[in-house]
Antibody, heavy 120, light 106 residues
Framework: EVRVEQPGAEVKKPGESLKISCKSS????????IAWVRQMPGKGLEWMGS????????KYNPTFRGQVTVSADKSVTTAYLQWTSLKASDTAMYYC?????????????WGPGTLVSVSS | DIQMTQSPSSLSASVGDRVTMTCQAS??????LNWYHQKPGKSPKLLIY???KLETGGPSRFSGSGSGTDFTLTIDNVQPEDSGTYYC?????????FGLGTNLEI
């Protein structure tokens, strides 16, 4: 069974930078699209973007393009989501997820999520 | 972007009931449609993928149907642990999009 690990929480001030991680135990890490999904407090799920670690190809939701950067280091089977200047509106739970074998985005393994709180 | 419309937004059921919820896409997504279940404070869990395929280990009381723009999730003999929010999700076209969810109360 694939395990996906994420840090539990980050507390930041507006304007600060942040890079959160997503470590997968899966053997297919390099050859699958790793996704990031946002869930704002009391709201639904939003796909932010995905990365293919083998060649670092990325896909972004236009809503998030330019606001965040998705990256990966296949040597440590870890994906990252990064902000250069956080806003209060970035306060949310951020999940990473890996897809079911044979699909590009049927996410069957989810991390526990990282709760990002941005407040002055 | 493809808009995913779920209905109803909430419903209440009793143990043993049959529950049906729907998801409509604003354009054809073929069968690239998943259903997830999320309980409060937990990560979403994949239930149905490719419109009608039951995820490994998923209870057989869950079934999905549909293609194109209209999809249905059915729960036969609903159980207390089925409470929570159900989301449909299309992955035919980027940006991938979710419905707003159906909240099921048992």
């Amino acid at each position: 069974e694939v395990r996906v690990e994420q840090p539990g929480a980050e507390v930041k001030k507006p304007g600060e930078s942040l890079k959160i991680s997503c470590k997968s135990s899966g053997s297919r890490f390099s050859d699958e699209w790793i996704a990031w999904v946002r869930q704002m407090p009391g709201k639904g799920l939003e796909w932010m973007g995905s990365i293919y670690p083998r060649n670092s190809d990325t896909k972004y939701n236009p809503t998030f393009r330019g606001q965040v950067t998705v990256s990966a280091d296949k040597s440590v089977t870890t994906a990252y989501l990064q902000w250069t200047s956080l806003k209060a509106s970035d306060t949310a739970m951020y999940y990473c997820a890996t897809p079911r074998s044979g699909t590009s985005a049927a996410w069957d393994n989810w991390g526990p999520g990282t709760l990002v709180s941005v407040s002055s | 972007d493809i808009q995913m419309t779920q209905s109803p937004s909430s419903l209440s059921a009793s143990v043993g009931d049959r529950v049906t919820m729907t998801c409509q896409a604003s354009q054809d997504v073929r069968r690239f449609l998943n259903w997830y279940h999320q309980k409060p404070g937990k990560s979403p869990k994949l239930l149905i993928y490719s419109a009608a395929k039951l995820e490994t280990g998923g209870p057989s009381r869950f079934s999905g149907s549909g293609s194109g723009t209209d999809f249905t999730l059915t729960i036969d003999n609903v159980q207390p642990e089925d409470s929570g929010t159900y989301y449909c999700h299309q992955y035919d076209e980027v940006p991938y999009t979710f419905g707003l969810g159906t909240n099921l109360e048992i």
